[in-house]
Nanobody, 122 residues
Framework: QVQLVESGGGLVQAGDSLRLSCAASGRTFSINGMGWFRQVPGKEREFVAGINRGSGNTYYADSVKGRFTISRDNAKNTVYLQMNSLKPEDTAVYYC???????????????WGQGTQVTVSS
């Protein structure tokens, strides 16, 4: 089993920045792909960014490309999501996810965190 704990959410104004962290514990050696998703009430969970722990290859949703950066620190078993130039439409609960396979934009991950709220005011 792998446990994921997100942190770093909060209330900010449009144009501000936030950095989310996702700390993994347990059988972390089994993890290859990690991702960030977000969800607002009444909508499906949406892919935001993904990274492969070994290669460091990344992929982003078009809506965040150029503003968000995903990175990892394998020594700390932690993945980050640096969010710049935040917009009100970025408001959502952000979830960290991990899987044994490579990252995917689909919500087909083996492990999920509890989520952290990000609210961007206009």
């Amino acid at each position: 089993q792998v446990q994921l704990v997100e942190s770093g959410g909060g209330l900010v104004q449009a144009g501000d920045s936030l950095r989310l962290s996702c700390a993994a514990s347990g059988r972390t050696f089994s993890i290859n792909g990690m991702g960030w998703f977000r969800q607002v009430p009444g909508k499906e969970r949406e892919f935001v960014a993904g990274i492969n722990r070994g290669s460091g290859n990344t992929y982003y949703a078009d809506s965040v490309k150029g503003r968000f950066t995903i990175s990892r620190d394998n020594a700390k078993n932690t993945v980050y999501l640096q969010m710049n130039s935040l917009k009100p439409e970025d408001t959502a609960v952000y979830y960290c996810a991990a899987r044994e396979g490579f990252m995917t934009i689909k919500a087909e991950y083996d492990y999920w965190g509890q989520g952290t709220q990000v609210t961007v005011s206009s």
